[in-house]
């Protein structure tokens, strides 16, 4: 994945807004990217498939540098989708929640796994290379059993519940929505390509009805944000259509 940077967006706004700094205009050229990607749903991101890790249900999202997960659209454990919960309905169905490893405490919880020799005297190349046998035991998992519903935390991390156990491999698969976050220097090269003209239209709308700046214009800032709505609800059906079309039919009614 390639990114962009907002700063190329900055010579398509610029002639419209004669004695702007440039600082402020690429600070809105990143503002008016976040509310595109919000509003549009445009910029979607596979997570790569990853197995969880028995006895813990947070995890952080597996996606690009600088981005926040948006939108979830889907989560799929071992093929079959996840219940995907408001932090509320989460807390109606599981008062309990859950705990870390059933709350044991990381010694015991991994009491059964076989310790490297770290800092010892004597080297030994069989006694170094082999990797350690990973034990969880049975305690560490009390509280868990097959996850059914995804709930997301904050904006980078996300829970399972019930907590995963370890009578079978638990394989998750996500597909979600992606925005820049509010730090970020660009987007994907692609995406950005597809949403500049409507970002540039939303950064024209902010920057031309600043008051007392030498740029305003109001009445040329009503006829962006004219075109950023309209734009807006062209992308959002273009990303819900993609460049699939499906056959068009026609179907009479039946008559007894």
Not at 8 to 30: D, I, N, Y
Not at 68 to 94: C, G, R, S, W
Request: proline share 7%.
């Amino acid at each position: 994945m390639v990114d962009r940077a907002f700063s190329t967006v900055v010579q398509e706004v610029s002639p419209s807004v004669p004695g702007c700094p440039q600082p402020m205009v690429l600070r809105e050229v990143r503002k008016a990217a976040i509310r595109v990607c919000e509003r549009t749903l445009f910029w979607r991101y596979a997570q790569p498939e990853f197995t969880l890790s028995p006895g813990a249900y947070e995890y952080g999202y597996n996606k690009p540098i600088n981005t926040d997960v948006h939108v979830v659209f889907d989560a799929m454990l071992n093929d079959f989708p996840l219940e995907k919960l408001t932090l509320e309905q989460a807390l109606y169905i599981y008062p309990a929640w859950a705990n870390l490893f059933s709350g044991e405490t990381t010694e015991s919880v991994w009491a059964g796994t076989t310790k490297k020799p770290l800092n010892t005297q004597q080297f030994n190349v069989d006694e170094f290379n082999p990797t350690s046998t990973v034990t969880i035991t049975d305690a560490a998992t009390a509280d868990g059993s097959e996850p059914r519903s995804i709930c997301q935390l904050t904006p980078d991390k996300y829970i399972v519940l019930p907590l995963p156990d370890t009578d079978k491999t638990y394989t998750i698969r996500m597909l979600y929505a992606l925005k820049p976050k509010r730090n970020a220097d660009g987007m994907d090269e692609h995406i950005l390509d597809e949403l500049e003209d409507v970002i540039v239209h939303g950064t024209l709308q902010q920057l031309l009805v600043l008051p007392n700046v030498a740029w305003s214009d109001r009445e040329l800032a009503s006829y962006h944000a004219r075109q950023f709505a309209f734009m807006i609800a062209e992308r959002r059906a273009r990303a819900n259509l993609s460049n699939m079309r499906a056959p068009m039919l026609v179907r009479f009614p039946t008559f007894a």
